[in-house]
């Protein structure tokens, strides 16, 4: 799951250093047709929140994609 939420904060700040302000914070959510743009330091400050999360809770010793991500 880590690796997993790496790529998304990958994600989403490629999309922030694109267009700026983004919808993020209410973005995936169902009953937000038209979610509201958060602005670009609030943004970087969950994504760096979600980098440093996941990061504390990789296991190295854990199972991966192995090399199913090598085409």
Do not use: C, R, W
Not at 15 to 44: M, R, W
């Amino acid at each position: 799951m880590a690796i997993i939420t790496v790529s998304q904060v990958e994600a989403y700040a490629a999309l922030v250093l694109t267009f700026g302000d983004i919808p993020y914070s209410e973005a995936l959510d169902i009953n937000h047709p038209t979610p509201k743009y958060d602005d670009q330091a609030t943004v970087f400050s969950s994504l760096l929140d979600s980098l440093d999360a996941a990061i504390s809770s990789m296991d190295v010793s854990g199972a991966s994609f192995g090399s199913a991500d090598l085409l």
